[in-house]
């Protein structure tokens, strides 16, 4: 498999069991919100000591942090399928897979806490910023392929591909079409105005 | 002002009070997330009696779907500016105003909640498709006036627009730059491909 992880650059931070009490975080999170997440609590339920969360991190928001960045829960595979169109598809098949499968809960929790809680919004910046310098690769392939202007903003293309996602699968909570990725990549690579 | 408020061709529904419900309806919800919502509270703090809201609504998710689809709090005009692009920037400008102005924690809330109650998604798509209604307008004018193709998905744009105001405003919390609407809207228009 070609695509990479964006995450993958990183060296591991943490714990032997990090996977395990990431997930129980995110599970705690989704189940009791914000509110009801505690250190206590994740480490009861993952079965480790609470002191080995605490010699990773200091705080329930520095745990809650890494979880949502680390998370294998959160990660989707960056594609690289050849074209920016194909690329960008398979990016919006990828997002809805995400938001609608098994970890939907976990997704919609994690978004609730840090959209509602301006002491999170560190977190916000750095889950962007990580997955942002995942899918750049996109964006700097297609312009050495000559698809791509390099005056476009990559941040504006994915806040447009993700929002349209979130706003169909967690707004509308309407069915999503099989064609959905392919027409909102229509929009956004050739516009919706009428050249015709 | 030519504007319309997407709601007001309906007849108002509720007693005297209704705003005043509602808003009391989405602080509470704002405050204490959906389990801290209950009628008595919204009664006490509105200062009506209870069964004035159960005569109007019959439990909570009635009174809460009334409030976030009517109030007056997550409602904005539906421009009309003579040009499509016009017409879109300052719908991007209104979404960008409610989702940072004083209202942003009830929109917050009122988002958390129905993206994470299954229960609710009846109230999503009925607060969708009341403002659709609306927005509607905005492509109709625009196809009579040559500048869009009738084949275009109103549904899809507005996910694309709201949904990019929504990922950069609540994901990533960073400020919102004055060109924003303008760059959506440019990319939405006509496309970011290279088409140099």
Known sequence: MADKLP????PGRGPRQAQE???VTLELLADGGYDGLTVEGVAARAGVNKTTIYRWWPDKDALLGAAIV???LLRFDVPDT?????DLSELVRRLVALMTGAASGVVVAALAAVASRPSLAWLAREFVTDRLAGERAVFERAVERGELSDSVDPELIVDLLAGAVW???MLRQSPVSDDFADQVVEVVLRGCADRG
């Open 70 to 72: 680390q998370s294998a």
């Open 82 to 86: 050849g074209s920016l169109r194909g």
């Open 167 to 169: 706003s169909r699968v």
């Open 21 to 23: 009490i990431y997930r």
């Open 7 to 10: 995450g993958s650059r990183r």
